[in-house]
């Protein structure tokens, strides 16, 4: 069965830091570029980051850059999310997704594999 499955979600209070993880299974993850999508309550998902299959490429959003990295283990078929200087804005339902290519921007429907989400709380 083809899975990714989110953890790492919690309630932190603003400038905290958070890990996400995305465990994948059921197919061969080092094939494929991952990313991290987010949807805050009445508004649209939108894209945060992703990483291609190797490693060697990542993109974010502005809002992102320089507070949240990316990376992947192979050996683990896990991509990770730090997100670091958190803010009350970053409070969303988390998502890992995967597909052929990290490009920018970020297009949900070039993502064929979703995880169930993780929930990320920031606190003013």
């Known amino acids: 069965e083809v899975q990714l499955v989110e953890s790492g979600g919690d309630l932190v209070q603003a400038g905290g830091s958070l890990r996400l993880s995305c465990a994948a299974s059921?197919?061969?993850?080092?094939?494929?570029?991952i990313a991290w999508f987010r949807q805050a309550p009445g508004k649209e998902r939108e894209g945060v980051t992703c990483?291609?299959?190797?490693?060697?490429?990542?993109e974010y959003a502005d809002s992102v850059k320089g507070r949240f990295s990316i990376s992947r283990d192979n050996a683990k078929n896990t991509a990770y999310l730090q997100m670091n200087s958190l803010k009350p804005e970053d409070t969303a339902v988390y998502y890992c997704?995967?597909?052929?290519?990290?490009?920018?921007?970020?297009?949900?429907?070039?993502?064929?594999?979703w995880g169930q989400g993780t929930q990320v709380t920031v606190s003013s």
């Open positions: 059921g197919f061969k993850f080092d094939d494929y570029a």
């Open positions: 990483i291609n299959y190797s490693g060697e490429i990542t």
């Open positions: 997704a995967s597909s052929d290519y990290c490009t920018w921007p970020l297009f949900r429907q070039l993502h064929d594999r």
